[in-house]
């Protein structure tokens, strides 16, 4: 791997975090794209084993209820550097992008004294701000490439032979190596992997043989909700083309037997890319260790939002279902944060800038609207803390038919509003539909296979949580749709 450019360990230390008393913490935040929870054995996975994603789990707190407010790429990324929801940011859709003028958490942890890095997935199309160094997938659009990717170091795009998820962590290291020892480090390691379409490297690929375990759903009828979940386009098989199979569709494949045979082809690869990933946690696991940097040192694992595995006979994102709106979220800090322990408080991504910031001895930055959610890390939950988040939705209709909806969730109820078309709507943008509600009891029916909206027995409900719904909006500052 070519050394790093000397640009990355210059600068003044700013800040007061390292002036007054202890050393805060040094941060790796190691994030995935489209990671499930439910393809991490610490969460319980049926189909995989991921044990060095685990230990980060053993040796921290496991955070079983971590959401997106937006569950897209290139939102959710600017929703967490900035912790602000998506309108505030204006970072709605995958083509939109961040202000680099924008205060964020990287520009934040300079200001607190940190040498800051990122390696990896940018995809905010503008060039990276706030970072000491920093080497980016580009082309193309900004997601790279599997194999041979191009990047950007410090503005200089140049092609890395080898594979993105190996050569992601050697650049993560080799910073790591380089570093101003005299200072903490805020380093954000991230994943192309396990994105879509799902290519694995040579070293994982006769991985996964056997036939994989099929979720309950994966043959869903889509009876019983509304019409969004089953004009979609993102279902397996039906709508997946021979990139994604990596051979030729087999004739004469149709309905479940089409869907039995494309789930295990999907899955194969994508599996294989999270044990890539996994390897290459383990590899920097093992470099603080060896260094003697654990103690010292917070570890967050986590994806940018969830992804479906066949649930709802899925795959992608974007709907407020729990497989897409579920993001994993594992944190690990000696000393602070408990062993082993499991945390069911309703966290949002909207909240990691804020955690980060006040690890680091410093305030959340001025408008943003998430909150620390340090005192539940270290087990004390406030008691004040939410009992229902917001999320939206606005790519009506993009790439997978997926109409633009907002919602709320509490911990037993979720509601959705599928509003027909975006704010704005013109000739230009994808036709309207017909508004849509759909309720779900989680208790009742976690895996959301019938819509309860409309029932007499949760005429109540649907009352309290459009009444939570406006509430929310009014507190978030975002504006309801009107037909």
Known sequence: MERLTRRAFGGVLGGAALAAGRRPPNILYIMSDDHAANAISAYGSRVNRTPNIDRIARGGMRMENCFCTNSICTPSRAVILTGQYSHINGVKTLRDPLDAGRPHLGKMMQQAGYQTAIAGKWHLHCEPTGFDYWNVLTRPGGQGLYHNPVMSEMGSEKTYPGYATDIITDLSLEFLRRRDRKRPFFLMCHHKAPHRAWQPDAKHAGMYTDPIPEPLNLYDRYEHRSQAAARATLKIGDDMTETDFKQPRPPGLTGDALRKWAYQRYMQDYLRCVASVDDNVGRLLDYLDREKLSEDTMVIYTSDQGFFLGEHGYYDKRFMYEESLRMPLLIRKPGQIPAGAVNRDLVLNLDFAPTLLDFAGRKAGPGMQGRSFRAALEGRTPRDWRR???????????????????????????????????????????????????????????HEMRSVYGEPAYAGVVKELKAELARLQKEVGDTPWEG
Not at 391 to 413: E, F, K, S
Not at 428 to 440: G, I, K, V
């Open 388 to 446: 229902s988040f917001y999320y939206r939705y606005w790519m009506h209709l993009a790439d997978h038919g997926v109409p633009a909806h907002y919602g709320v969730r509490t911990r037993r109820y979720k509601l959705i509003y599928y509003y027909g078309q975006p704010l704005g709507t013109s000739g230009s943008l994808p036709e309207p539909r017909a508004p849509e509600w759909e309720l779900f009891d989680l208790e009742k029916d976690p």
